[in-house]
Nanobody, 123 residues
Framework: QVQLVESGGGSVQAGGSLRLSCAAS????????MGWFRQAPGKEREFVGAIVGSGSGTNYADSVKGRFTISRDNAKNTAYLQMNSLKSEDTAVYYC????????????????WGSGTQVTVSS
């Protein structure tokens, strides 16, 4: 049984930072690309970034490039999203997801999903 559990969300002032964690179980974690997505009310789920199984390659959406950093610790079966210089437009539910087909930006390419964690940024 595959489970992905996000944590670390909360409320923060604009310009602040948060670190999200995604704990994985029930899969061969080092073989999975891990992606982060977000969804704000009234909007479609959008790609934030992804990291390949080895951790050697990443990809980011233009909207977060230079502010967010994805990392992973395969020994702990955990992926991370470090969010700095947060803006009000970053407010959304953030989801982690896994796939076995390299770096992908489409939600349809991900097989496993967490339930999400809320991030709220006040201006």
């Amino acid at each position: 049984q595959v489970q992905l559990v996000e944590s670390g969300g909360g409320s923060v002032q604009a310009g602040g930072s948060l670190r999200l964690s995604c704990a994985a179980s029930g899969l061969s974690f080092p073989t999975y690309t891990m992606g982060w997505f977000r969804q704000a009310p009234g909007k479609e789920r959008e790609f934030v970034g992804a990291i390949v199984g080895s951790g050697s390659g990443t990809n980011y959406a233009d909207s977060v490039k230079g502010r967010f950093t994805i990392s992973r610790d395969n020994a702990k079966n955990t992926a991370y999203l470090q969010m700095n210089s947060l803006k009000s437009e970053d407010t959304a539910v953030y989801y982690c997801a896994g796939n076995r087909i390299w770096l992908r930006r489409s939600p349809a390419d991900y097989n496993h999903w967490g339930s999400g964690t809320q991030v709220t940024v006040s201006s």
